[in-house]
C-alpha cells in the first residue's frame, strides 16, 4: 500500500504479531482476529482476513494481473486486544512473577487482571542454533586448547 513512514513512532509496543485482537474502529468495527504481520516503521497491524480491499495488479511477466482482494494495514490504535477470560477488549499492563519474569496482563474497565499470554507463532520463530560445524567453524578442540599459562609465562608473544 502506498503509506508513508510514521512521524511519531511508538517506542514500546504492547501489540504483539498472533495476538486476538478486536478492531474498534473503522468499517469492520467489533469484528476480532489474529494479528498477521506488524508494520513497526508505520504504526500499522494487519489483521487475518479483516479491512479487506480491492486491488488492481498490472500483468507482468511471471505473474497474472486483475482485480484482487487484498488486506490493508490498520493504525494500531483502531484495535486492542481482548481479556483472555472475558472476551472483552482490554489495554495492555505488565507486571514481573515472583520468579523475575515480565508478564503482559489486561488492564481497564471490566478487565480481569489475568495474564495474556505470549502468542505461540512467537515460540516458533526462535530456532535452535545449529549443531553440526560448517567449513568456516573452528573446532571444538582447537577452541578449547590452552595457549598461554598466567603463572609460567608460555605462550606469551615475543613483542
Known amino acids: 500500500m502506498g503509506w508513508k513512514a510514521a512521524e511519531k513512532l511508538i517506542p514500546k509496543w504492547k ?12 468499517k469492520d468495527k467489533g469484528e476480532t482476529g489474529a494479528i498477521k ?14 479491512n479487506l480491499v480491492k486491488k488492481h495488479i498490472k500483468q507482468g511477466q511471471g505473474h497474472e494481473g486483475g482485480i484482487f482482494t487484498v488486506e490493508a494495514p490498520l493504525h494500531v490504535s483502531n484495535v486492542q486486544v481482548l481479556d483472555p477470560v472475558s472476551g472483552r477488549p482490554c489495554k495492555i499492563g505488565y507486571r514481573f512473577m515472583e520468579d523475575g519474569t515480565k508478564v503482559r496482563i489486561s488492564r481497564g474497565r471490566d478487565a480481569s487482571g489475568e495474564i495474556i499470554p505470549r502468542p505461540e507463532i512467537l515460540k516458533m520463530r526462535r530456532k535452535p542454533r545449529p549443531v553440526e560445524c560448517g567449513p568456516k567453524d573452528t573446532p571444538l578442540e582447537v577452541v578449547l586448547e590452552k595457549t598461554y599459562d598466567a603463572r609460567t609465562g608460555i605462550g606469551m608473544p615475543d613483542l
Not at 15 to 26: A, E
Not at 37 to 50: A, C, D, L, P
Open 15 to 26: 501489540i504483539l504479531r498472533g495476538d486476538n485482537v478486536m478492531i474498534i474502529r473503522g
Open 37 to 50: 504481520r506488524v508494520i513497526r516503521s508505520q504504526n500499522r497491524v494487519i489483521v487475518e482476513g479483516k
